[in-house]
């Protein structure tokens, strides 16, 4: 670990450009979207031009992972192409029938009477902020409703989006662009209903549906129809989005199917041919690749370029959430909406080979059987798993649907294995979504630690009687899940022990691999050598999105050399998202210290950049670039970058941020304070801005507006700690360290695991000539992480 010294007091750091803000993953959110970054390894990335200074059925072991093979000097054979799917109807006409009608044959079809379920016979709908009106003319749907300049327009409805519980409307605007409508029609209720209740969205609003937030060539259609292409032009500034087909159709699973065709006419067809020319075989496959087929759109992710491949991982062409405070709630069930592969993947079903096909009908998305018939297809009398290839080691021989175990009659709710082990919630106002971890209840357990609970959610109001039941039903039964959700809770929370439990947890076998990916992403919080060695063994893991999280982790703690040592293996990763990850934290490192790594680094960063060159429809993978540019020697470019993104999105506080700090780097004062004033008009509320002010201001010498601007900022966004800690910071270096320390002791109360915070209002005291509350300090700190290298280098050591 790098060493520190001594004494050392924090001081205001200069600015850095803050992290990308990200680009929404497919699908609509039910509230204000927490956005997810384009790619996660570029949030830190510092640049000097600125000068202020995120299934694994087998167990998961530090197995080490090959870097990907060299391409051999073979003859090239076309690629499979995409088909008219009409083709596939003659020879599987018992897959078409349950496919014609379904949610995903529906997803994404035409404007017509035939399709349209809203009512658009000139009815009016009044919203908190605006008021819509649809109608019908010339033969088309029009709603009209304020555009992107608040002054009403009519704009007409090319295409519906989804078929139930609610159907949206996909406007047609100037480049090609597609917006989702923010009022829907609730297919239930049959009414008009906001998509964002409470929230009084207007124009000015990022979540209008003109906004970039709601442009469906990026956001949504992907997983709407089959083979899409945003095929955007930077330079035009525009789309010419293609598809093979509305909806999702076979090959949006199968894959193209050219030689599927040829495979089936050929006249010797090769029955042991287990892919029958597609080149993925899903019936027969394991349960990896086909969950993370079915991920590719029932995941919460943020995509690595325009499209995908059917023959890749997940991770090459897409970066999955990990189980973030924001999205999961502390024990891994679902907060905000993530879809289902976060939640499976967590689950004893995906370690024991359950895939999603053993519970759905891929083909007409229903259940396959009705009721608690899904999970009786493996729990039951017989205690056998239904199909070869399920691990059905564990599994008991009981009637699990009598009272004796569900504990309610039959027929009664709570009697359904998904009352009680797939609770769920309404996303998108009305559309009740099941969480996929299939997870136990346990009451008292979950008011601890402050989750919901299946047993709480139906008896309100009761928690303290039913987890005294709880526990004459079933007695002091540990938490099923190894001591994750109470180790997440801990190290969150900065709890007596945290450390030792992250430990604990990375040290099991059975640790599924999104939720040790979460763990790694808990040790910067608590560094220490045994932490990176821990991170180490991690980048050998065989699951991409651990190796990922490994490399974040080591990023955070670790030296330059560590850097080099440890991650440049991982610049030949066989998947992509790693080895970009791996390539965009190197690019922190100067050139010269690089040079030895060059051959290598530079496939790899070249890759990300073409990933983000990609991306330019999004003001993140423009930020991302101005960042990348600097890094790489070309600074020149980065101030285009920063107005390309603001082009694509002027409310992208990020960017803006970033282009005042260039410009003030620059020597441009003036500009760079007006823009920044500029957007605090338009923007009052954005605790960002007024740290950014703050910050320009104590470089400029303008010493009290400075500290009035950053006390605002920490006033105004008291959840983000480092508005708080800076804040603090500027205070004790402006002579008042009493207010300094009231604010550091006030971030502490909040967020004890916030170690930044502790080291320096350690400092301050120390500095004061108050050993005791030092020791308290560090009494405390050696409770959360006793192998924490400040300990030996305190200032009363």
Known sequence: MPKHKKNTKPTVPPASPPAPSAAEPTGSPHKRPLPLIIFAVVLLISLPIWLYRQHSAAPVVPTTVAPAPATKSEPQQAPAAFVDEQQCQACHSEQSKAWSGSHHQMAMLPASAENIRGDFNNTTYKGEAETSRFSQRDGAWWINTPGPDGKLADFKVVYTFGIEPLQQYLLEMPGGRLQASGVAWDTQKQRWFEMYPGEKVDFRD??????????????????????????????????????????????????????????????????????????????????????????????????????????????????????????????????????????????????????????HNPHSNQLKAPGNGVCLQCHNPSGKASRAGIDGAGLKAKNYEAPEHTKHKLGQQGSQCVDCHMPGKLYMVNDYRHDHSLSIPNPAHSAKIGSPDACAACHKGASSKIAEQFKIWYGDTPVQDGGYADAIFAARHGSPGAARMLMQQLARTDLPAIRRAT???????????????????????????????????????????????????????????????????????????????DKLWRPAITEYEA??????????????????????????????????????????????????????????????????????????????????????????????????????????????????????????????????????DALLKRQPANRNARMALISYWHEAGQPQKVQVLQAELEQQNPDDPELQQAPNK
């Not at 293996?569 to 690019?587: C, E, F, H, I, N």
């Not at 959840?719 to 800690?725: E, H, L, M, R, V």
Request: glycine share 6%; net charge neutral.
């Open 611 to 744: 990933a983000q060159q990609e991306l330019r429809d999004r003001a993140e993978a423009n930020l991302n670039l101005a960042m990348l540019y600097q890094n790489t020697g070309r600074g020149g470019l980065s101030e285009a970058a920063l107005r390309e993104a603001l082009q694509r999105n002027p409310d992208f506080l990020p960017a803006l941020v970033s282009l005042a700090q260039l410009l003030d780097a620059q020597g441009q004062h003036g500009p760079a304070l007006q823009l920044l004033n500029d957007a605090i008009g338009k923007h009052p509320k954005a605790g960002l801005l007024q740290h950014s002010l703050g910050l320009m201001l104590i470089r400029a010498g303008e010493r009290d507006q400075a500290l009035a601007a950053l006390a605002k900022a920490a006033q105004l966004t008291p959840d983000d700690p480092q508005f708080s800690y800076i804040y603090a910071i500027a205070l004790h270096d402006m002579g008042k360290p009493e207010e300094a320390r009231n604010q550091l």
């Open 519 to 597: 763990v790694l992403a808990q040790l910067p919080a608590y560094p220490s050598q045994r932490a990176m060695e821990q991170a180490a063994i991690a980048l050998n893991n065989p699951q991409p999105q651990v190796r990922t999280a490994a490399i974040d982790a080591i990023a955070a703690m670790g030296s330059a050399e560590q850097y080099i040592s440890l991650l440049t293996p991982r610049l030949s990763d066989p998947v992509r998202a790693v080895r970009m990850a791996a390539a965009s934290q190197l690019a922190n490192i100067p050139a010269q210290q690089r040079a030895a790594i």
């Open 206 to 359: 990022d979540l209008h549906w003109s906004k970039p937030m709601q442009n469906a060539n990026f956001m949504c259609v992907e997983c709407h129809t089959t083979d899409f292409k945003r095929n955007f032009s930077p330079t035009a500034d525009s789309f010419n989005s293609t598809w093979n087909n509305l909806g999702v159709g076979c090959q949006s699973c199968h894959g193209p199917a050219s030689r599927h065709l040829e495979w089936s006419a050929g006249e010797n067809l090769n029955k042991q041919q287990p892919d029958k020319g597609f080149g993925t075989a899903l019936r027969s496959i394991d349960a990896l690749t086909q969950v993370e087929t079915c991920g590719r759109c029932h995941a919460r992710r943020a995509p690595l370029g325009d499209g995908y491949s059917h023959k890749n991982r997940l991770m090459d062409d897409y970066l999955p959430a990990a189980l973030t405070a924001d999205l999961y709630q502390v024990d891994g069930k679902i907060k905000e909406e993530v879809f289902e592969y976060g939640s499976f993947t967590q689950s004893k079903m995906f370690a024991k080979g359950v895939t999603c096909t053993d519970c």
